[in-house]
């Protein structure tokens, strides 16, 4: 393809709904329904890596129900990179990362019609986006109490980070991209589920559609069969799940045989599970650093986590714990002390593990070893813990295994986390 130019075909015979592509200098139409058109999106900067896993969920339930139902629509993984959470400085650029080296992107695509970013780029030919909606919260959102699903394209409410050039041209983030553009930026005031998305755009000519901020739009249903295929769908890139499995093998005497957490390669072949019994050791996922000042109450000390994971291991007979944990060594070696009568583990990636696959890598390297403990202790509100629960479920652990976290100090009342069982 030399170029697509994306016009209202006017002098085709198909009619003034069609689109037409123009290929140097020959002008091809087809009709709307068939023309391939392309959903981008993006989330709030401060958001980490475990709530964006969240906000694709919505987006591929949205993207796959726009196929479904007006044509061939795909939706663009967005590159990972610059998160807060991501600060090692010896793994080179975290930018511009693809989905690829997280996930294995064919199990996605078997959910949800979904293509990475530089393939979306290749294709189309152009770096300049139709529209990008700036979804926002309307400005009365929480006062009536009362639930109603609405849109509407709104003066924006708040500064954002995209400038208007010239006529037909903005500046913005676009991930990272320097030489991405949009010829239109709109502030919509949204209010409902990602599905609302659909009646946002089914009936616009644009071709190219970002929505930034998507984390505004809700999950269409929490928790039913079609929420848990898209988190189903999301399998790990399978060299993380290889580097894991070595891990466990290794030092955790954990294989998927033993443990009883053989699963088919495809995920659409995955059945109901119960009762998985997993490798003999503890996880203890212990969220510090922002946490430590974020939810001073429900955090406990380390000698106070190092007491309570004695009295989960005591009662589980077992004496090995994983601890994946965000926390700087000095805090990993005080709390290896408070427990130096078991074998206390942490995954160290070699040099190369990490620069290759960098924090997010290492990250999910940490949460494949927990999901496939025997039991499992999280951090409160932690959406990286909820991650592993998740796994947890779709391998068919009991939930008693499962749904426990780490208590504060002086809290009076540690709640169990809330338990979201898999459905099929
Ligand atoms: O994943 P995440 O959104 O979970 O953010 P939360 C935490 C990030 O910290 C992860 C690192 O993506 C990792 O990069 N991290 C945390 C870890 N725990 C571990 C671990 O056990 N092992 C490794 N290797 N890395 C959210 C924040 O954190 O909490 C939001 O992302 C916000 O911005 C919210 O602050 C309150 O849900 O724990």
């Not at 989905?99 to 979306?120: I, K, Y």
């Not at 553009?181 to 589920?193: D, M, W, Y």
């Not at 848990?228 to 769908?233: F, G, I, L, N, Y």
């Not at 894991?244 to 659409?268: C, H, I, Q």
Request: hydrophobic letters at 35%; charged letters at 25%.
């Amino acid at each position: 393809r030399e170029s697509i130019i994306f016009i209202i075909c006017i002098t085709c015979s198909l009619g003034s709904t069609d689109f037409c592509t123009k290929y140097g200098d020959k002008i091809e139409c087809q009709e709307k329904s068939k023309f391939t058109r392309y959903i981008l999106y993006d989330v709030n900067p401060p958001e980490g890596f475990n709530l964006r896993r969240d906000v694709y969920m919505r987006m591929s339930v949205f993207a796959r129900k726009m196929q479904q139902n007006f044509g061939d629509w795909h939706l663009v993984l967005p590159p990972w990179g610059q998160l807060y959470h991501w600060q090692s400085i010896d793994v080179g650029l975290q930018e511009l990362l693809p989905w690829s080296l997280f996930f294995n992107v064919s199990s996605l695509q078997q959910f949800a019609p979904v293509m990475e970013m530089h393939q979306f780029l290749q294709e189309i030919g152009t770096s300049s986006l139709d529209l990008v909606y700036i979804l926002q919260h309307y400005a009365d959102a929480f006062e009536s109490g009362k639930w109603e699903e609405k849109f509407e394209v709104e003066p924006c409410h708040e500064d954002n980070k995209y400038t208007h050039v010239n006529v037909g041209n903005y500046r913005g983030p676009f991930w990272g991209y320097t030489n991405i553009t949009a010829k239109q930026v709109e502030c919509l005031s949204f209010h409902g589920h990602a599905s609302q998305l659909q009646e946002v755009i089914k009936d616009l000519d644009a071709r190219t559609i970002m929505f930034d901020h998507a984390e505004i739009a809700l999950h269409d249903t929490f928790g039913d069969a079609l929420y848990w295929k898209a988190r189903r769908s999301m399998r790990f890139a399978s060299v993380l799940v290889k580097l894991a499995s070595n891990f466990r093998s290794e030092y955790l005497n954990s294989t998927d045989k033993a443990d009883g957490t053989v699963r088919p390669d495809d995920w659409t072949q995955e059945t109901p599970r119960e009762g998985v019994l997993g490798g003999p050791y503890l996880c203890a996922h212990m969220r510090r650093k922002d946490f430590l000042w974020g939810r001073p109450k429900q955090i406990p000390s380390l000698e106070s986590a190092a007491h309570q994971i004695k009295d989960h291991l005591e009662k589980l007979k077992l004496s090995t714990i994983f601890i994946a944990t965000d926390a700087p060594n000095s805090e990993f070696q005080e709390l290896e002390q408070h427990l130096s009568q078991y074998q206390v583990l942490r995954y160290k990636p070699s040099k190369i593990v990490k620069q290759t696959y960098k924090d997010g890598g290492v990250a999910i390297i940490d949460q494949i070893i927990c999901s496939h403990a025997r039991y499992f202790l999280g951090t409160y509100e932690s959406t990286f813990s909820f991650r592993i629960q998740e796994e947890r479920e779709i391998m068919g652990f009991d939930s008693e295994t499962t749904f426990n976290r780490l208590c504060g100090d002086k809290e009076k009342k540690c709640n169990k986390p809330s338990m979201w069982r898999i459905v099929f």
